[in-house]
């Protein structure tokens, strides 16, 4: 889909050179697509474009592979094959040419309902960065919905937690909750058909498949028969947020579009899952949302699981437009309920008198500062050189360096107003 535009700067000056890259890629290994933006490109480069497009399209349709699907599960489970070099359903006409590849035989129907366990995770963490949720936090973020009244997820970029949804659906009958999975990993489009999965990126809001694709989620944010449409995201944590919020903004404006009448001052209800140092990029562009003190945790994330000897903390947490009020979180767990912030702490986090609220971010118990007039986190001691609260290794008065961007002190370049303004 298309690139996005991005801003050379050198230090200190405020106009910067502005060039096209690509969208999903945040390393030019991945792709070294590149073009100034006053740039001419002339007939040849184009057509090599098109040309190398054309040669590295997915070696299947959507189409093709549900059909391929269809076939596979009528074979016999002697003959249903995967094979792992290439991550793709083989049929046995195809043995042949993957003779020399490692496969997985036997592939029971359990096992084509959760793909996100036979597919090997995308880790990359300049472009997939697949990080699958573990089980109890894949549970937690389920029965959330589920309690919240809610009756179709917009899985966006969190295959896991539609393939749970999918399987309860199948094994419940009268708890109907749907889910349609919006994500890049073109390898999911063997086991789910177009009304269960669109090729998207969420960086631009492309849909790979088309006006159809389109259309499919257009439909499926139609709320009918009250069942309540709720968006779930779980992006790289390495990606723009502006590139996000953006695509997400369109997400919700689709929704809002579906219903005139109905949703006029509302916004389509969203959990956004990313890491707490996030949180002022996020409430930037989205204001209605705030964050949950839940700890999400994942599968094959070494910092961000918890180990064999108790917990470790993830970093990782919800923002929502819902009322926190609304979010319980498990006591098992050791989060509590304050009633002065009407909203469920972790254990440690301390109601704080004279901020007069749960201040913790990291799930530490934080410490009020009288000088910086807030709480900080338990490790920083307030420097009365810089005049704030920081570590106790740093250099004073290194933070007015300045923003890359604008050359002010007091923001990095990700922070930038200027920025979100361009
Ligand atoms: N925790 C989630 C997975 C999150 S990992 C779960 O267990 O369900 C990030 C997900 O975003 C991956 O599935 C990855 O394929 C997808 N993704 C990465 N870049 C994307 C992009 N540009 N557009 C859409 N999806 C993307
Ligand atoms: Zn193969
Ligand atoms: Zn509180
Ligand atoms: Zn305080
Ligand atoms: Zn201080």
């Not at 404006?253 to 959990?271: I, Q, S």
């Amino acid at each position: 889909g298309p690139a996005l535009l991005f801003v050379k700067t050198s230090q200190g000056k405020e106009e910067g050179r502005r060039f096209y890259a690509c969208s999903a890629c945040r390393d030019r290994k991945d792709c070294n697509f590149f073009q100034w933006e006053d740039e001419k490109v002339s007939e040849t480069r184009l057509a090599a474009r098109e040309e190398y497009n054309r040669n590295h399209q997915p070696s299947f349709t959507h189409r093709q592979n549900v059909d391929r699907y269809k076939n596979f599960v009528l074979l016999p489970l002697s003959k249903r094959r995967f094979c792992q070099e290439c991550q793709q359903l083989l049929l046995p006409a195809e043995w042949e040419k993957h003779s020399d590849h490692q496969f997985l035989c036997d592939i029971s129907t359990a096992q084509l309902k959760s793909p996100s366990q036979l597919l090997y995770p995308l880790e990359n963490k300049k472009t997939n960065a697949q990080y699958l949720f573990a089980d109890r936090s894949c549970q937690f973020l389920l029965n959330l919905l589920i309690d919240l009244g809610f009756r179709r997820v917009l899985s966006v970029g969190t295959p896991r937690l539609h393939e749970m949804i999918q399987s309860k659906a199948s094994q419940e009958e009268d708890l109907s909750v749907r889910s349609l999975l919006l994500d890049i990993d073109f390898r999911y489009s063997q086991f789910y058909t177009e009304d269960e999965f669109c090729h998207y990126n969420m960086f631009n809001h492309h849909f790979f498949g088309g006006e159809a694709a389109r259309e499919t989620c257009r439909k499926f944010l139609h709320e009918e028969n009250d069942e309540r449409v709720i968006m779930v995201t779980d992006p790289p944590f390495g990606g723009l947020v502006e590139a996000l919020a953006s695509s997400f903004k369109k997400l919700m404006a689709m929704w809002k579009e579906t219903e005139k009448e109905g949703h006029v001052n509302k916004e389509m209800p969203m959990f956004w899952i990313f890491p707490y140092f996030f949180e002022s990029r996020i409430l930037d562009f989205f204001p209605s949302f705030s964050m949950m003190d839940y700890q999400v945790d994942y599968d094959n994330h070494a910092l961000y699981k918890h180990g064999k000897t108790g917990r470790r903390q993830s970093p990782v947490r919800i923002f929502t437009n819902l009322a926190p009020s609304m979010i319980v979180l498990p006591e098992e767990e050791g989060y509590r309920f304050c009633s002065v912030c009407q909203r469920y702490v972790s254990s440690g986090n301390q109601h704080c008198e004279i901020c007069n609220s749960c201040t913790s971010k990291d799930g530490r118990r934080w410490k009020h500062c009288v000088l910086c007039k807030k709480c900080v986190k338990p490790s920083w001691f307030h420097c009365n050189n810089c005049n704030c609260c920081t570590l106790q290794k740093h250099s004073c008065e290194k933070t007015d360096v300045g923003c890359f961007v604008c050359g002010k002190a007091g923001h990095k370049r990700s922070a930038c107003p200027c920025l979100s303004r361009t």
